[in-house]
């Protein structure tokens, strides 16, 4: 299960479900070929992670990929 929220001040959360584990990395493009990490999913429950972005520039287009460390 994947969930992404955009709030009204800009910031974008995401919600998932992963294996338990340490936690995954997310990474941000604009193009779909340049990624760049920006931070590590945190385990809020058994399997359940979230991560909010808050660098989110108004209106910028950007794909997010979760990777294992």
Do not use: C, M, Q
């Not at 340049?34 to 972005?53: M, P, Y």
Request: hydrophobic share 30%; proline share 6%.
């Amino acid at each position: 299960t994947r969930d992404f929220t955009r709030h009204d001040d800009g910031k974008v959360k995401i919600k998932y479900t992963a294996p338990p584990g340490p936690g995954y990395l997310i990474e941000v493009s604009s193009n779909l070929v340049d990624w760049e990490r920006i931070g590590v999913a945190t385990n809020s429950r058994d399997g359940e992670f979230e991560f909010e972005d808050a660098n989110v520039a108004g209106g910028s287009a950007r794909s997010y990929r979760i990777t294992v460390p």
